[in-house]
C-alpha cells in the first residue's frame, strides 16, 4: 500500500513527465490517478475526461485511446476505489487478534477508508449507478462475502450451518458501517477519532455474530 | 397527514389558480410544494428559484418576496422535510405495541419515507450542507432525542439512568436506519418489501435496549 500510494504520488506531482515515457498500462493508471486526486477535492460531476487530460497535459482525444470515454473513466475510478479499500481493510498483518476484535479491526479501517476519501466512498456506496455499473460492483461485493465466508470456515463454521452467519453478519455489519461512515462524511454526525472508535465497538458487539451464537 | 397531502396535490395541480388566491403563508407553502414535487423527480441542484417559478406561473423575482433566494428555499425544503418525516414516523396510533415492536414499527416507518422521499432524503441526511444548514437540522434531530427520552421516561427510566439509554438507542439505531436506507436507495441493496421488514427487525432485535439492560 505505501509503495503503492508513493507512485501515485510521483505521479501526481508530474503526470506528463511519467506520461511521455509510460506504457499504455501506466498510462491508464496515471489517467485513474489524477482522476482520483481531482475527486479527492471536488464530487464526481466535475472528474471530466477533460479535466483529468488537461491536468496531464495532454488533448482530450488522446485520453480515449486509454480510457472508454466518460463511462470507461468512472469505471476505472470505482474499480481503484475497491482496491484502495480492499488494501486498507486487509487485517491479514494482524493475525494474533479474537474474532470480535478482528472485526472491529476490518470495522474501523472500512470508515477510516470513508473518512479519507468521503468523495470516492460516495461514488461507491451512494451516487445513482447505472444497470452496467451496479453490475460491476456486485462482483466487488461477492468478494467481499467471499472473505466473510472464509473467515467463518477458518473459525471451523460447517458449510451447512454456514449462510445464517455469512449473510446476517455481512449484511449487518456493512449496514451499520455504512450508516455511520455516511453519517459522519456528511457531518451530521459529529465524533472525534475515539468517539468513531467507541461507536463501531458498541455496533460490532451486538451485530457480529461469534460461532456458536446461532442454533446449529 | 392525509389531508395535508390532498392539499399539497390540488396546489401542485394547478398552482397558479391558488397562488393568485393565496396569502402570504399560504403561498410560501405552495412555493415548497412545487419545490418537493421537483425534488421528487430530479435531485436538488435542479430545484431552483427559476424552475420553481416557472411551475407556479410567476416570475422568478415573486419568489424573492416570500423565500430568501436560492439558500431560503433550501430550508425551506429541509424544514418542510422534517415535517413530513414526523408525521411519517409518528407511532402514537398504536398504544398497545410493547417495546420492541413499536421501535421496529418507528424504524420501519423512518425507512419507507426514505424509499418514498430518495432525494429529500438524501437532502436531509446526506448531501453536504453549510454550517448555518447544519444547525438548522440539528434541532429537528434534538427533537428527535428528545422524544426518545419521553418515550424511556414512559418505560419507567429514572432521570439518573436515562442518559446511556437515550444516547446508544438513538445513536445505533439511527446509524443502522441510515445505513440500510441509503444502501436501498442507492441500490447498493437490493431487498423487497419483506426483506426489508426482516432487516429491520434483525437489527432492532439487537440494537435496541430494552429497560434493565444497563447496569443500573
Same mark, same amino acid.
Given at each position: 500500500?505505501?509503495?503503492?500510494?508513493?507512485?501515485?504520488?510521483?505521479?501526481?506531482?508530474? @503526470?506528463?513527465?511519467?506520461?511521455?515515457?509510460?506504457? @499504455?498500462?501506466?498510462?491508464?493508471?496515471?489517467?485513474?490517478?489524477?482522476?482520483?486526486?481531482?475527486?479527492?477535492?471536488?464530487?464526481?460531476?466535475?472528474?471530466?475526461?477533460?479535466?483529468?487530460?488537461?491536468?496531464?497535459?495532454?488533448?482530450?482525444?488522446?485520453?480515449?485511446?486509454?480510457?472508454?470515454?466518460?463511462?470507461?473513466?468512472?469505471?476505472?475510478? %470505482?474499480?481503484?476505489?475497491?482496491?484502495?479499500?480492499?488494501?486498507?481493510?486487509?487485517?491479514?498483518?494482524?493475525?494474533?487478534?479474537?474474532?470480535?476484535?478482528?472485526?472491529?479491526?476490518?470495522?474501523?479501517?472500512?470508515?477510516?477508508?470513508?473518512?479519507?476519501? @468521503?468523495?470516492?466512498?460516495? %461514488?461507491?456506496?451512494?451516487?445513482?449507478?447505472?444497470?452496467?455499473?451496479?453490475?460491476?460492483?456486485?462482483?466487488?461485493?461477492?468478494?467481499?462475502?467471499?472473505?466473510?465466508?472464509?473467515?467463518?470456515?477458518?473459525?471451523?463454521?460447517?458449510?451447512?450451518?454456514?449462510?445464517?452467519?455469512?449473510?446476517?453478519?455481512?449484511?449487518?455489519?456493512?449496514?451499520?458501517?455504512?450508516?455511520?461512515?455516511?453519517?459522519?462524511?456528511?457531518?451530521?454526525?459529529?465524533?472525534?477519532?475515539?468517539?468513531?472508535?467507541?461507536?463501531?465497538?458498541? %455496533?460490532?458487539?451486538?451485530?457480529?455474530?461469534? @460461532?456458536?451464537?446461532?442454533?446449529?
Amino acid at each position: 500500500m505505501s509503495s503503492e500510494s508513493q507512485n501515485t504520488q510521483t505521479r501526481i506531482n508530474d @503526470p506528463k513527465a511519467d506520461w511521455d515515457s509510460a506504457t @499504455p498500462e501506466q498510462r491508464r493508471e496515471i489517467i485513474v490517478d489524477v482522476a482520483i486526486s481531482i475527486l479527492n477535492e471536488k464530487d464526481i460531476s466535475h472528474v471530466t475526461i477533460r479535466r483529468v487530460a488537461s491536468q496531464i497535459g495532454v488533448g482530450a482525444m488522446t485520453l480515449y485511446t486509454y480510457v472508454d470515454g466518460q463511462q470507461g473513466l468512472r469505471t476505472a475510478i %470505482l474499480d481503484r476505489g475497491f482496491e484502495i479499500m480492499d488494501s486498507h481493510c486487509d487485517c491479514d498483518e494482524h493475525p494474533k487478534m479474537n474474532n470480535h476484535e478482528s472485526w472491529v479491526e476490518g470495522c474501523t479501517n472500512y470508515v477510516e477508508f470513508a473518512v479519507h476519501y @468521503p468523495n470516492l466512498y460516495t %461514488l461507491m456506496f451512494t451516487h445513482p449507478l447505472d444497470q452496467h455499473e451496479l453490475a460491476n460492483i456486485q462482483s466487488h461485493f461477492e468478494r467481499w462475502r467471499h472473505d466473510v465466508h472464509e473467515y467463518y470456515s477458518e473459525l471451523g463454521i460447517k458449510e451447512e450451518d454456514m449462510q445464517p452467519y455469512v449473510e446476517r453478519t455481512t449484511r449487518d455489519c456493512w449496514v451499520a458501517m455504512h450508516g455511520l461512515a455516511s453519517l459522519i462524511i456528511s457531518q451530521r454526525l459529529q465524533l472525534n477519532e475515539q468517539e468513531i472508535r467507541q461507536q463501531i465497538e458498541t %455496533l460490532i458487539e451486538r451485530l457480529y455474530i461469534e @460461532p456458536g451464537q446461532i442454533n446449529e
